[in-house]
């Protein structure tokens, strides 16, 4: 886009030098007629022809470089489909009258917005505001550029033009839909029915005492069974589950990815806000890894990958999981949010389901679309081997946590 416009002020610097000599052609031309045909007639088209003239050759030494511009965005946070209004405001020190002025913000192509182009007729005015609206603003990092200022006289003879350099950036986030979630009950081994969630030693509850081992830490070990076996004893603690979460977004071209994105920032948000621990695995033309953490601070920095995240993967997700082994060294329930169910990504995951983690693959669509047969077979396919496969559109995204807890 940059490049673009760049090239538009190229050509329109030339064609405002052929205008002006193509003018001063003209006024020659009058002169040299009126010059040799003398009489009444002659001279009268060449003093009629003159102020217009005069006036174009002040339009094309008029300055536009004169003209500040500030730009002005309300909210400052938005989220997809929101309202953005936009206020550009002009100054300028001389007042020369102008008989119209163009301007337009210039943006990025992805923003769709009439107001962004209009015509005014200024005068002699110093200070001139316009306010645009850009409707249903979609999800991304969206760029403004600059402010295209274009005039001209009456006849256009002359057009000057003039692109101030206005550089912002507007962040727009994905919308947030609100998804029922509550933490897994967290159980002991004892009494409990075991969930394929991550089991973690509780440091709070000593089990009994075993042998040291390499790895134990310093403060496992248990002095007082040491000095009475008169070998180096480490605590034995109790195993309890927890809830971490690692959602890993396939990035392939589709048409359901602003679906994917949507659900995905969703899921995240509602899992943080309920004190739960996420991370994210995002591969395309960037990798982005975030560890496995909580808060309002890791909530930012997901969101902010969201807001920014494209559909750039030039290779399939099970590739990807084969060739980077990052995925199955981390030890938590695996979320995979995908458009489409595929062998190769089954096959991936055939490691990390020996291990004993979970793996939740949700299957985005849109409304009222339906898995082809190869994809239903995929997924009987799938339910045997134990992952568990759920299509999700936006009729049951709502409660998809709840309905997999009951699974």
Request: net charge positive; hydrophobic share 40%.
């Amino acid at each position: 886009m940059r490049g673009k416009w760049k090239r538009r002020r190229f050509f329109n610097k030339i064609n405002r030098f052929i205008r002006f000599f193509f003018l001063l052609f003209l006024v020659g031309l009058a002169f040299s007629y009126a010059m040799f045909q003398g009489g009444f007639v002659s001279w009268f088209l060449f003093f009629s022809f003159l102020p217009i003239s005069l006036y174009s050759l002040l339009i094309f030494t008029y300055p536009l470089q004169q003209f500040q511009v500030t730009r002005k965005v309300d909210p400052q946070e938005l989220t997809s489909g929101d309202r953005l209004i936009v206020s550009l405001e002009l100054n300028r020190t001389f007042p020369f009258p102008l008989l119209y002025l163009l301007v337009e913000d210039v943006f990025t192509d992805d923003c769709n917005s009439k107001g962004s182009k209009q015509l005014l007729f200024p005068g002699f005015k110093r200070k001139i505001t316009i306010d645009y609206q850009i409707e249903q603003i979609p999800r991304g990092e969206h760029a403004f550029y600059a402010v295209r200022l274009k005039t001209g006289d009456g006849l256009g003879f002359i057009e000057k033009e003039r692109w101030i350099t206005c550089e912002q950036t507007v962040l727009v986030y994905p919308k947030i839909i609100d998804i029922g979630y509550r933490l897994m009950e967290s159980r002991f081994e004892q009494g409990g029915t075991a969930s394929a969630t991550q089991f973690q030693k509780d440091t709070t509850l000593v089990a009994g005492v075993r042998q040291y081992q390499p790895g134990d830490r310093f403060a496992w070990i248990d002095w007082k069974a040491s000095a009475r076996t008169n070998n180096m004893m480490s605590k034995e603690f109790e195993l309890r589950q927890s809830n971490d979460l690692l959602f890993v977004l396939d990035r392939t071209p589709t048409d359901t990815f602003e679906e994917m994105v949507t659900f995905a920032a969703s899921s995240v948000t509602a899992i943080l806000q309920s004190g739960g621990q996420v991370g994210l695995y995002s591969v395309g033309a960037e990798k982005t890894l975030l560890s496995i953490k909580g808060g309002e601070m890791h909530q930012q920095q997901c969101m902010y990958h969201f807001a920014k995240v494209k559909s750039d993967s030039r290779v399939a997700l099970g590739g990807l999981l084969k060739a980077d082994g990052i995925v199955m060294k981390q030890q938590a329930t695996l979320i995979i949010i995908t458009s489409k169910l595929t062998r190769d990504l089954l096959e991936s995951m055939g490691s990390y389901k020996q291990r004993k983690e979970g793996v939740h693959i949700f299957i985005i669509k849109k409304a009222g679309e339906k898995i082809n047969s190869e994809e239903a077979a995929l997924r009987v396919h799938a339910t045997q081997r134990g992952f568990r496969v759920r299509i999700i559109d936006e009729t049951n995204i709502q409660t998809v946590f709840s309905e997999v807890r009951r699974a």
